[in-house]
């Protein structure tokens, strides 16, 4: 009998072990899987995966091979391996837009709670699977589907707001937006919305502004002097960036008489910035090229160059291509570095070069520029000028002009 007992008790042992010596991931259909998880009362745990997935063989050989995260997941997880070559699990990763590797953790409805991507190690993958399971993370994903179901009370919405800006920082410029739209002015007053439109007020359309504008005194009671001025000067700049994002003319003509009534100080400079974001996002370069022609837009600089600088600088971070700007673009800046060029005009030329897909002639500016330098600066490394020249002779090995 004692023998027996002996058996029983190391048979038991060895079962236990091996039961936590893996991840137990479960295979099948994500509707069979679902079921499932809702018998064993736990969340689904998704991992995105592939044969050429580096990252993924590297976490399976090191990260799902420990004990603490071993035991975490078995205990706390269905866990399922989707993986790129299974039929099931390819469906699993379009259906959820996952990369590889990544993990969603479902509830047994197949919701979302959770997701992250990337290569992680043991403590930290623990430290998010451990977070997914918060009251609080839970509270998130109940209160998105009540606000994508039409709850906008001012009292939900607060609450909403507070445990996106810790959880979920992507929603909350949404969640404030819908916030100050139903807010009454009572509301406003209530629950001192205004030191919340310290970090998201962005338009003069929106009651925020309104309230403000009606209430400078109070705001500024709250907040502290000038407070209100600030926040009314953020909106009206959120609000020429808008514009300058549209492609309707007319918008951007509105806002900017707004700005000649408005007190933000320096409307001149602001003018001719928001006039060459406008023209840029919107690729009308044409207009964009007549605008420096025009001796009264150019009088909005401090001087001519200033603008035309600005203009040869976002050809070369918006990288432009289009054959005319960037011959303008080169031509003032050539000459900007005939009356005295420096380091960043040459940099700037074998940029607007490279674009114009003149490599030989890039590469030949950004030595100069690096010559320069060095003699300027003997004790610095000039490691931007360095990497643009590395980058562009790489490339022009392999396909020379």
């Known amino acids: 009998m004692r023998v027996l007992s002996i058996i029983l008790l190391w048979s038991l042992i060895a079962s236990t072990s091996e039961a936590q010596d893996h991840i137990r991931f479960q295979k099948g259909s994500l509707s069979s899987l679902l079921n499932f998880a809702k018998a ?22 090191r990260t799902f091979r420990e004990d603490s995260v071993i035991r975490f997941i078995n205990e706390n997880f269905v866990p399922v391996k989707a993986a790129y070559e299974d039929a099931e699990g390819l469906k699993m990763q379009k259906k959820y837009k996952m990369a590889l590797p990544a993990f ?14 990337g290569f992680q190690t043991g403590a930290g993958l623990l430290v998010k699977l451990r977070e ?24 939900f919405l607060l609450d909403y707001l507070k445990l996106a800006e810790k959880r979920k920082p992507a929603m909350t410029a949404e969640i404030y937006k ?11 007053v209530r629950y001192s919305l205004v030191k919340y439109s310290q970090r998201y007020i962005s338009s003069d359309e929106l009651p925020d502004y309104k309230y403000i504008r009606l209430h400078r ?31 309707d003319r007319a918008v951007l003509d509105r806002a900017m008489e707004k700005l000649a009534i408005s007190q933000l100080p320096d409307q001149n400079s602001i003018k001719w910035q928001t006039e060459l974001d406008y023209y840029f996002h919107n690729k009308q370069y044409n ?41 303008s673009a080169m031509g003032y800046v050539k000459n900007m570095a005939d ?40 004790d610095q490394e000039p490691l931007g000028i360095l990497n643009l020249l590395e980058d562009i002779k790489n490339d022009h090995e392999k396909s020379p002009d």
């Open 40 to 61: 064993e009362g736990k969340p689904l745990l998704l991992y995105a995966t592939s044969k050429w997935c580096g990252p993924c063989l590297k976490m399976e050989q």
């Open 178 to 188: 819908k916030l100050v739209m139903s807010a009454s002015e009572a509301d406003f």
């Open 217 to 247: 005194v109070r705001t500024d009671s709250l907040l502290g002097q000038g407070a209100s001025q600030n926040l009314l000067n953020r909106a009206m700049y959120g609000t020429l960036y808008n514009a300058s994002r549209q492609s």
């Open 104 to 117: 969603v953790v479902l509830d047994h409805t197949g919701e979302e709670l959770f997701t992250f991507a």
């Open 132 to 155: 997914s399971r918060s009251p609080e993370q839970r509270m998130l994903k109940k209160m998105e589907t009540q606000f994508a179901s039409g709850r906008h009370d001012v009292p």
């Open 339 to 378: 009356a005295g060029g420096n380091v960043q005009q040459l940099t700037m030329l074998g940029q607007l070069e490279q674009l114009s897909g003149n490599r030989a002639k890039a590469i030949s500016y950004y030595e100069q520029a690096l010559s320069d330098f060095r003699k300027q600066r003997p």
């Open 287 to 327: 207009n964009l090229l007549k605008s420096l022609e025009d001796t009264s837009f150019l009088a909005l600089g401090k001087s001519p160059d200033e603008i035309r600088n600005a203009f040869a600088t976002n050809t070369v971070l918006r990288k432009v291509t289009d054959p005319k700007v960037l011959a």
